[in-house]
């Protein structure tokens, strides 16, 4: 079943619904059809009203963010003790910076996480088929430090998840960590030189130093439709899977939906994954579509034993360079990675811009980009009418934008899932998305679909860090906060430090460079901070805390630099690639890309870098 048909194509010359561009046809007749249909497609789905309207598990939705994987509640005495360091989040990022440190024979290091054990974004999610969607020999993070080699080229999340554990215990990171609580503010008292963190339980920590890894994907979001507390059937986040209600586990199987009419909001990277499963196992399922995803070849497959036991120490590290050179622009003698995202490198400078490309006059980088977004795109959507038996329904799973528009996908079982009778695509582009909820149904176009369940599969409130949305206030030197002191903007060094919060560093991808392989730069931000933290120590240094110069002058290379990425962005479909279709004027990353920034940061640490933050006693 499918419901609206897609626009008729207003240039009358455009490649059909099926993307059946005709052969003869002249390249720049092609393109200019091609961008005639983006236009189109953006426009259908630009919101008319307020803007696209999303909203947090809170409230009526609160008990959504329980926790379901939490062992029964063991009360504790609220903390009042001292550390070394503090760091927040417990996901890869606190890990990292925890590890990092621990390396540098920082200790005690307390990781405080709201979850009930490590993993962030891995111990939440466990949805049927989730798999790391960048190849996991280059994702995973401290594997020669703990001896593993993973055992697919895209690992299951329960691997994934067991690996954050490892790490811990590697590092003896269990031993001071704080599970299930949540830090609500900072303080910083200038006279010892300490921070206070305050948590949800009561406690009260010192640390010298506080690292913020709060992930930025770690806030559930819903989107605001009409009717949606009415709504009396079971529901649930992707990130909060209810197996309970489902059966099953994270291999698929679930067969309590076996006699359910299940639909499912959302069709992104997590969507994705849980769809063939959810086409598998209900008795009718309905998959709501807004945008549909570009889904490429992802040809997972079991790691040759021969081939790790064949790895030579330092391996990892000239992998994810490898696999980061590339993805940026850059050079190698040979592609170690070899798949959707290498093969597409050159088109992802238009989510993360680099320094490649440059001598390239700007008209004819700009043509031969799009020539070569099209192809790639015309490949994808030659891939859904191979796969898709049925025509209309091919034609609203083609996406119809720039490949850098949206998070790319890749899956060798979504759209074949499309070609079961039990599965039904509603199309929802006309009505901006899902138009409101009954008691029993999901509406579209006035149609009412009924359902005994609603996953929804509708992402996360992306780039949420805790300390500079203010969910939890740091109280600087003089008791200014940091959000007070970034009023105008944000200001720090590297993206990790701010003057005026003396030894507070935040992970993330502020003011700094950003990657596809959003692990590598976290690592590389990790052990930034970590040996900047090592000299203070070495050096008696009273606190670490950049001058107002040194972050004056990093704010202006950081504006000076950045990408303009506002043309290609204002002609995407709206999502969050983009702030939702009101795309912003200019990227707030370091404009030469991550290869140019981790050589950055390491000719400052050799450098004479460490002086321009760490502060002596007078
Ligand atoms: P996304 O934000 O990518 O997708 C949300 C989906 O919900 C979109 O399809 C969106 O449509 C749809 N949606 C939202 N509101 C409505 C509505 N009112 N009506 C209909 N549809 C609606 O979330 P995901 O969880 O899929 O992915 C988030 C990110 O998580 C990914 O981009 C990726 O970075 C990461 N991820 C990483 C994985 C990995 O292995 N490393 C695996 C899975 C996810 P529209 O597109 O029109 O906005």
């Known amino acids: 079943m499918t419901a609206s048909p897609p626009p008729a194509d207003p240039s009358g010359s455009s490649p059909s619904a099926e993307g059946q561009v005709p052969e003869a046809a002249p390249v720049a007749q092609e393109l200019a059809a091609a961008r005639v249909r983006y236009r189109t497609e953006r426009d259908r789905r630009m919101p008319t009203g307020p803007g696209r309207r999303y909203t947090r598990l809170t409230g009526e939705f609160g008990y959504w963010d329980e926790d379901p994987y939490a062992p029964p509640e063991k009360t504790r005495q609220p903390l009042r003790d001292s550390v070394e360091a503090v ?20 200790g005690p290091v307390r990781v405080i996480e709201k979850g009930s054990d490590f993993g962030g974004t891995w111990y939440w999610n466990r949805y049927p088929g989730i798999h790391c969607d960048i190849e996991s020999y280059v994702y995973l993070p401290l594997l020669e430090e703990t001896g593993t080699v993973p055992g697919w080229k895209y690992a299951p999340g329960e691997e994934i998840r067991q690996h954050a554990r490892a790490v811990g215990r590697t590092f003896d990171l269990y031993r001071d960590a704080c599970f299930r609580t949540q830090v609500t503010a900072l303080r910083w008292d200038e006279e010892t030189a300490v921070w206070t963190v305050s948590t949800d339980r009561g406690d009260r920590v010192r640390a010298r130093y506080v690292v913020s890894a709060t992930g930025t994907l770690s806030e559930p979001r819903l989107p605001a439709i009409e009717g949606i507390e009415t709504f009396r059937g079971h529901t649930f986040h992707t990130s909060r899977w209810d197996y309970a209600y489902t059966g099953g586990d994270a291999n698929g199987d679930l067969t309590g939906l076996r006699d359910k009419r299940v639909g499912v909001i959302g069709t992104g990277a997590t969507a994705l994954q849980c769809v063939p499963h959810l086409g598998a196992s209900a008795h009718q399922l309905y998959v709501f579509q807004r945008t549909p995803s570009s889904v ?25 360079d490898n696999f980061l050179t590339l993805v940026t622009g850059g050079s190698v003698e040979e592609d170690l990675v070899a798949d959707g995202w290498t093969g597409t490198a050159r088109l992802q400078q238009k989510l993360i811009a680099s320094d490649a490309y440059r001598d390239l006059p700007d008209g004819v980088r700009e043509e031969t980009e799009e020539l070569a977004d099209l192809a790639k795109m015309n490949e994808i959507r030659a891939r859904v009418t191979e796969i898709v038996q049925d025509p209309a329904t091919a034609g609203l799973l083609q996406p119809w934008y720039r490949y850098m528009c949206k ?13 079961r009778p039990n599965v039904h695509l509603v199309d929802t582009a006309d009505t901006q998305g899902v138009e409101r909820f ?8 006035g149609v009412e679909y009924e359902v005994d369940c609603l996953v929804f599969a509708t992402g996360f409130a992306v780039g949420v860090s805790g300390l500079a949305s203010g ?8 008791g200014t906060t940091l959000t007070e002191a970034w009023e105008e903007g944000p200001r720090t060094l590297h993206g990790l430090t701010t003057h005026g919060f003396p030894n507070l560093f935040q992970l993330g991808s502020l003011q700094n460079a950003a990657s596809v392989n959003f692990l590598h730069v976290l690592d ?8 900047i933290v090592a000299a203070a120590r070495k050096r008696g240094a009273r606190y670490v805390e950049p001058t107002r110069e040194a ?23 709206p999502g969050y690639y983009n702030n939702e279709g009101m795309p912003r004027r ?26 321009e933050v760490l502060v002596h006693a007078e």
């Not at 998070?407 to 070609?419: C, E, K, M, V």
């Open 586 to 611: 200019r990227a707030n990353g370091y404009g030469d890309g991550p290869v140019a920034f981790h050589r950055l940061l390491r000719e400052w640490r050799e450098g004479t870098g460490m002086d």
């Open 438 to 445: 009954t008691e029993r149904a999901v509406v579209v176009g």
């Open 551 to 573: 972050q004056d002058a990093w704010v202006a290379t950081i504006e000076e630099k950045a990408a303009d990425q506002h043309a290609f962005q204002a002609e995407c479909t």
């Open 471 to 478: 969910l939890f206030p740091a109280y600087g030197r003089g």
């Open 296 to 320: 490429d070849v992802r040809a997972n497959r079991r790691t040759d034993p021969r081939w790790a036991a064949g790895l030579a120490p330092g391996w990892h590290r000239r992998r994810r």
């Open 87 to 106: 760091v927040i989040g417990g996901g890869f990022g606190g890990l990292l910076a925890a590890a990092r440190l621990r390396q540098q024979g920082v």
């Open 407 to 419: 998070r790319p996908g890749f899956s060798d079982t979504y759209l074949q899932t499309f070609n």
């Open 524 to 531: 590389e931000q990790a052990t930034h901070v970590a040996e």
